[in-house]
């Protein structure tokens, strides 16, 4: 079946630093990939999708780049703030838009100031 | 402003009870889901429905079930609780545009 996986559970970064957290995937055809942010206490936040090979989602300053070659939609970010400590989640949804999504386990980004 | 409204934010049950946890949304959205959400495990999905009086099976729907009375409100039901439950609970709809379900709070869940 479809999968995610976030090889780092948790990413330790000085502010002003350049960010980078892995996502791989594993499903047929073209599915959408999508990013998560979830603050502490609140529920996960939607923060883009991409649906193409090369497509490019972004928000907030975060980017990913859908790479269908190497199954993967890294999340990136130039110059990450404290403020963007949180759990981000990568996730998986099958390319006829049906039902669900499929979760990765979650990367744990702490900012020190 | 798009909302998904759970309650109760958090409980505490005894095992073997009845849990009853509620989700309402006002954002005319077709499709709600149920997640649990545990350390290690990120999110996974438990049931969905996509039309009033309907519910699906998720990928991890033993020991639950779900209601849909309409299509605002989605309902998750632990008839005998049990330890293994205890966990964070997120429902969630669907954006009819971008397609990525729209989180509530969550409840979290002790079960004793």
């Known amino acids: 079946g479809d999968s995610v996986t976030q090889t780092e559970g948790q990413v330790a970064l000085s502010e002003e630093d350049f960010l980078t957290i892995h996502c791989n995937y594993s499903?047929?055809?073209?599915?959408?990939l999508f990013w998560y942010v979830q603050y502490p206490g609140e529920g996960p936040q939607f923060l883009f999708r991409?649906?193409?090979?090369?497509e490019k989602g972004s928000s907030r300053g975060f980017e990913a780049t859908y790479d269908k070659g190497t199954t993967s939609f890294h999340l990136r970010k130039a110059s990450v703030q404290e403020s963007d400590s949180a759990v981000y989640y990568c996730a998986l949804g099958p390319s006829n838009m049906g039902y669900k999504l499929t979760f990765g386990t979650g990367t744990s980004l702490l900012v020190d100031p | 402003e798009a909302a998904v409204t759970q309650s109760p934010r958090s409980k505490v049950a005894v095992t073997g009870g009845k849990v009853t946890l509620s989700c309402h949304q006002t954002n005319n959205h077709d499709y709600m889901y149920w997640y649990r959400q545990d350390t290690g495990h990120g999110l996974r999905l438990i049931h969905y429905s996509y039309v009033a009086d309907s519910t699906e099976k998720g990928d991890i729907p033993d020991g639950y079930k779900a209601s849909r009375p309409s299509q605002e409100n989605f309902s998750l039901i632990l008839e005998l609780a049990s330890l293994s439950q205890t966990a964070v609970y997120f429902c969630?709809?669907?954006?009819?545009?971008?397609?990525?379900?729209?989180f509530g709070e969550g409840t979290r869940l002790s079960v004793l």
């Open positions: 969630a709809s669907r954006d009819n545009n971008n397609q990525a379900p729209l």
């Open positions: 991409a649906s193409r090979d090369k």
């Open positions: 499903a047929s055809g073209y599915p959408a």
